[in-house]
């Protein structure tokens, strides 16, 4: 009997001087020009057998007649790049005030401490907590965002202790996440935070000078008192107990080795190299704040080469937004970030319960609703997860994150990945439905797997080693 081999869907992009090409399953390989042709055309049995069985392998041939464990296995692996949406929203975002000691020029959404207007309501807060458990997934975060929650903390602490009581029955796998600057932290606070497992998020932008000037207070002690919490933290609730990340602003650009310097002295192991969000009242200052794609990317590469470096002087410092990626490219099991899930993650996996009395399918959508674009809203809190999921809101979210109805993505090496962001684009374009291709989203996505693409063909083995260890799926979800 002979055996023949035949093609299944894959997509080639050129990447400089080699061709990469990514099969359905996510998997991938190099090819020089004639290897490139030979695929194209459809003949890839004129490649040296070790190619066919590379090709093979990695799920862009198969064997005719095909056996069933192969195919179950490629079904597998498409099925594994799914799972995280498969079980209901498992983030769960609780906005209990959107005050803020802080007066960050490129703020999406905070306001003044004495504001008084942007509080939940406490019936708001225990119908979201209850809510919450109408989701199937076995596993919940529910992260705490604001303005800044610890500014409301009994609001933090009841909803907390609420969904801790309910969960007496649920037995579900719970984590407490509280995003804030810690600048009113505690000591009551940490031994109840440790009491429930409660981990904390803070923003780090760099040293004191650029920090204190990104995230100013009227006693010019942002850093200072952010140090201060850090240490708390640590101190009281447990070294792991705290993380950080930080905002690209334009006087950012020119320090991206001072930024991820501190990270290091600080003995933080990960920092997330996020660009600005224009969203909420950040939008509105974008000629002053703004930047380039090219200028980020500019950034974004110095300071990875700089957590390289670190990395290789025997210093662990993960790059959150690097993890993802590589998540994306090395890992058979997706991590679930949102932004990058198809159909989307935005009210999928994940929920935003705000202050104003609405659901939210993300973050970014509750964001847009600060600045007048309410046109995201799920409904009410309260209202039941069916409901929620079945509104027209969010399934012309779903449909507009469809690969198969983007002509942009459709044939996109990186369709494996990645999506279309309906919120991305109702905020850039005012359209759910912009082309995938003329989205900030888009642009900057397709830049980060080139580059990590090039870096893994590049990297010696010690360096690949290091990305395997950051591909590894964990929390990321947001």
């Given at each position: 009997?002979?055996?023949?081999?035949?093609?299944?869907?894959?997509?080639?992009?050129?990447?400089?001087?080699?061709?990469?090409?990514?099969?359905?399953?996510?998997?991938?390989?190099?090819?020089?020009?004639?290897?490139?042709?030979?695929?194209?055309?459809?003949?890839?049995?004129?490649?040296?057998?070790?190619?066919?069985?590379?090709?093979?392998?990695?799920?862009?041939?198969?064997?005719?007649?095909?056996?069933?464990?192969?195919?179950?296995?490629?079904?597998?692996?498409?099925?594994?790049?799914?799972?995280?949406?498969?079980?209901?929203?498992?983030?769960?975002?609780?906005?209990?005030?959107?005050?803020?000691?802080?007066?960050?020029?490129?703020?999406?959404?905070?306001?003044?401490?004495?504001?008084?207007?942007?509080?939940?309501?406490?019936?708001?807060?225990?119908?979201?907590?209850?809510?919450?458990?109408?989701?199937?997934?076995?596993?919940?975060?529910?992260?705490?965002?604001?303005?800044?929650?610890?500014?409301?903390?009994?609001?933090?602490?009841?909803?907390i202790l609420r969904i801790v009581a309910r969960n007496e029955?649920?037995?579900?796998?719970?984590?407490?996440?509280?995003?804030?600057?810690?600048?009113?932290?505690?000591?009551?606070?940490?031994?109840?935070?440790?009491?429930?497992?409660?981990?904390?998020?803070?923003?780090?932008?760099?040293?004191?000078?650029?920090?204190?000037?990104?995230?100013?207070?009227?006693?010019?002690?942002?850093?200072?008192?952010?140090?201060?919490?850090?240490?708390?933290?640590?101190?009281?609730?447990?070294?792991?107990?705290?993380?950080?990340?930080?905002?690209?602003?334009?006087?950012?650009?020119?320090?991206?080795?001072?930024?991820?310097?501190?990270?290091?002295?600080?003995?933080?192991?990960?920092?997330?190299?996020?660009?600005?969000?224009?969203?909420?009242?950040?939008?509105?200052?974008?000629?002053?704040?703004?930047?380039?794609?090219?200028?980020?990317?500019?950034?974004?590469?110095?300071?990875?080469?700089?957590?390289?470096?670190?990395?290789?002087?025997?210093?662990?410092?993960?790059?959150?937004?690097?993890?993802?990626?590589?998540?994306?490219?090395?890992?058979?099991f997706d991590n679930g970030y949102v932004d990058l899930q198809s159909?989307?993650?935005?009210?999928?996996?994940?929920?935003?319960?705000?202050?104003?009395?609405?659901?939210?399918?993300?973050?970014?959508?509750?964001?847009?609703?600060?600045?007048?674009?309410?046109?995201?809203?799920?409904?009410?809190?309260?209202?039941?997860?069916?409901?929620?999921?079945?509104?027209?809101?969010?399934?012309?979210?779903?449909?507009?994150?469809?690969?198969?109805?983007?002509?942009?993505?459709?044939?996109?090496?990186?369709?494996?990945?990645?999506?279309?962001?309906?919120?991305?684009?109702?905020?850039?374009?005012?359209?759910?439905?912009?082309?995938?291709?003329?989205?900030?989203?888009?642009?900057?996505?397709?830049?980060?797997?080139?580059?990590?693409?090039?870096?893994?063909?590049?990297?010696?083995?010690?360096?690949?080693?290091?990305?395997?260890?950051?591909?590894?799926?964990?929390?990321?979800?947001?």
């Amino acid at each position: 009997m002979t055996y023949s081999s035949s093609l299944l869907p894959y997509n080639l992009r050129c990447l400089g001087e080699h061709w990469l090409a990514v099969s359905s399953s996510g998997d991938h390989i190099f090819l020089d020009d004639a290897e490139a042709e030979s695929l194209r055309a459809g003949d890839p049995q004129s490649l040296p057998l070790s190619t066919q069985a590379a090709l093979k392998s990695r799920f862009f041939l198969r064997s005719e007649p095909e056996s069933l464990g192969s195919a179950r296995l490629l079904a597998a692996r498409r099925s594994a790049r799914h799972e995280t949406l498969k079980t209901g929203p498992s983030l769960h975002i609780i906005v209990p005030t959107l005050q803020c000691a802080h007066s960050c020029q490129y703020c999406q959404v905070s306001r003044a401490l004495e504001d008084n207007g942007h509080t939940m309501p406490l019936n708001d807060l225990y119908a979201a907590c209850d809510s919450i458990f109408d989701s199937n997934a076995p596993a919940l975060t529910i992260e705490f965002q604001g303005g800044d929650p610890l500014l409301r903390y009994d609001l933090v602490q009841a909803a907390i202790l609420r969904i801790v009581a309910r969960n007496e029955v649920e037995k579900r796998s719970i984590r407490f996440v509280v995003a804030s600057t810690l600048h009113q932290l505690n000591e009551d606070m940490c031994d109840f935070f440790k009491q429930h497992q409660v981990y904390l998020s803070t923003s780090l932008d760099g040293p004191a000078s650029l920090h204190n000037q990104n995230r100013p207070t009227p006693t010019r002690d942002s850093y200072q008192k952010t140090i201060r919490g850090i240490g708390l933290a640590r101190q009281h609730i447990g070294k792991d107990s705290v993380s950080a990340l930080m905002t690209t602003a334009q006087i950012s650009l020119k320090h991206p080795e001072v930024i991820v310097d501190e990270y290091a002295y600080q003995q933080l192991p990960e920092i997330f190299l996020r660009p600005l969000s224009l969203y909420g009242f950040a939008k509105r200052n974008q000629t002053r704040l703004g930047y380039t794609l090219n200028q980020f990317q500019m950034f974004y590469e110095r300071a990875l080469d700089r957590i390289i470096e670190w990395n290789r002087r025997g210093v662990y410092l993960r790059e959150v937004y690097a993890s993802i990626i590589l998540n994306k490219i090395l890992s058979p099991f997706d991590n679930g970030y949102v932004d990058l899930q198809s159909p989307t993650g935005a009210g999928s996996s994940v929920l935003v319960y705000n202050y104003d009395g609405y659901v939210y399918p993300s973050d970014e959508a509750r964001m847009l609703a600060e600045t007048g674009d309410t046109s995201l809203r799920l409904g009410k809190i309260g209202t039941s997860l069916a409901k929620l999921q079945e509104s027209p809101i969010q399934q012309s979210l779903i449909q507009a994150s469809l690969i198969e109805h983007s002509r942009d993505c459709r044939t996109c090496v990186y369709n494996p990945f990645c999506s279309p962001n309906p919120v991305d684009a109702q905020a850039q374009l005012h359209d759910l439905y912009a082309p995938a291709s003329s989205t900030e989203h888009c642009q900057r996505h397709l830049w980060l797997f080139d580059l990590f693409y090039r870096r893994i063909r590049q990297a010696d083995d010690n360096l690949l080693d290091l990305y395997y260890s950051w591909a590894q799926p964990d929390s990321v979800g947001e």
